[in-house]
């Protein structure tokens, strides 16, 4: 269990380095200007990290598990909660689109799909009854990859449609495709 200090000076570290990943790519982001930029010394970001990439997976994994839990909520209240998915994911969308540009976005987008509660949202996406196995599976990465493109391009624009836009696209992909 982490004490105050330990999330404290990692909190710290995942700011600082949101923010620079902001203005320039991971490679060219050094430990010392990242420490000196989150004011922790560089001794601290060692005793947690080895590199900038492994905070920059831990900053994935936070992202991750806790869209994860909000998203569980989100549909134990209402299954077809299009909607209110979106609507959290353009609340975090500063976030995502830091991630979908620093991670190799084929990376993010398996790490976003496997996810559970996005696993959920797809599941009777594609039925099976309708197809064989192997063309589900093959309908099912052409709906998440799509998916992924359109929430990326939504999500990092510089004015971003409102949501329920968004839910009516989708809406309309999902009345054609299934």
Request: aromatic share 12%; with cysteine.
């Amino acid at each position: 269990m982490e004490n105050q200090r330990i999330r404290l000076s990692k909190a710290l570290l995942k700011t600082g380095l949101q923010k620079l990943l902001k203005e320039k790519p991971l490679n060219q982001i050094s430990i010392y200007e990242l420490c000196e930029t989150s004011q922790i010394n560089r001794t601290t970001f060692y005793k947690y990290y080895g590199s900038q990439s492994d905070l920059l997976a831990e900053i994935e994994s936070d992202f991750l598990t806790q869209l994860d839990e909000d998203l569980k909520r989100i549909i134990a209240q209402n299954p077809d909660a299009l909607f209110s998915v979106l609507a959290h994911l353009y609340e975090q969308r500063e976030i995502f689109c830091i991630l979908v540009q620093r991670i190799p976005s084929q990376d993010f987008a398996a790490h976003l799909f496997d996810i559970p509660s996005i696993g959920m949202i797809f599941q009777n996406m594609v039925h099976a009854s309708s197809y064989s196995e192997e063309e589900a599976k093959y309908i099912r990465k052409f709906v998440f990859q799509g998916t992924f493109a359109i929430l990326f391009d939504w999500l990092n624009s510089d004015t971003p449609e409102p949501v329920e836009h968004i839910a009516a696209v989708f809406g309309h992909l999902r009345n054609k495709l299934y």
